[in-house]
């Protein structure tokens, strides 16, 4: 196994851009959840992807989208950058469709200044 | 809609002392709960996680929780912390078979270790 890899580690954005985040998961993961961790919270659930199709989604606005391709990586899109989207993003991938088995990366710290 | 409370923002103990963390969801019905740990910067490792069966569930690095269903709680325990426990933990609560609903995790707890 080599566990769940994001990238990059760290980044800055301006207010208004938008931002790609990259998840690479492990082979046979056929599900991968994104999470926001804003700093003193616990995650909250974004969405989630089944077989590269959105199957489940939490209280984030449209211009929070994603990818997962076949190759078991993902990518969450984030449009028009907002302060309050500054926090710690997780993903995580399971065998499963539901949560019952998460392997989560180390996530991305993404500042909106 | 699901929700979970951890009534402790922080906790401090004494290396060696025991420990517990409280945890109380509402669902409605039996979820799935689990609890895991997370260290400055890094991802969440999973400690122990209920399904059905032995209401007294056994997880990695000596952890233990026990899950109420008359008081809705899922409280996590250790007999005897080492200095190495010190991080933040979330009890989360998920939607039992293939839910694409995620999970919904509380604020956390902060423990601090006390040498």
Request: net charge neutral.
């Amino acid at each position: 196994e080599t566990g769940v890899t994001q990238s990059p580690t760290h980044l800055i954005k301006t207010r208004g851009q938008q931002v790609t985040l990259r998840c690479s998961s492990q082979s046979g993961h056929n599900t991968v959840s994104w999470y926001q961790q804003a700093l003193g919270q616990g995650p909250q659930f974004i969405f989630q992807y089944y077989r590269e199709e959105e199957n489940g989604r939490g209280n984030f606005p449209p211009r929070f989208s994603g990818l997962q391709f076949p190759n078991y990586s993902s990518e969450l899109n984030v449009n028009a950058l907002e302060l309050d989207d500054s926090a710690l993003y997780l993903c995580a991938s399971s065998v499963d469709r539901g949560p019952s088995r998460y392997t989560f990366g180390s996530g991305t710290r993404l500042t909106v200044v | 809609a699901q929700s979970v409370t951890q009534p402790d923002i922080h906790i401090t103990v004494s290396e060696g002392a025991s420990l517990e963390l409280r945890c109380n969801y509402s669902y409605g019905a039996t979820p799935y709960l689990f609890w895991y740990v997370q260290s400055p910067g890094q991802g969440l490792q999973l400690l122990l996680k209920y399904f059905s069966g032995d209401t007294l569930v056994q997880g990695i690095k000596g952890f233990e929780a026990e899950f109420k269903r008359s008081q809705s709680s899922f409280n996590l325990r250790k007999p005897s912390v080492h200095w190495s426990d010190a991080a933040e933990y979330f009890c989360a609560v998920g939607a039992r078979g293939g839910g694409a609903d995620g999970l919904t995790f509380g604020k956390g707890t902060h423990l601090i270790i006390q040498p």
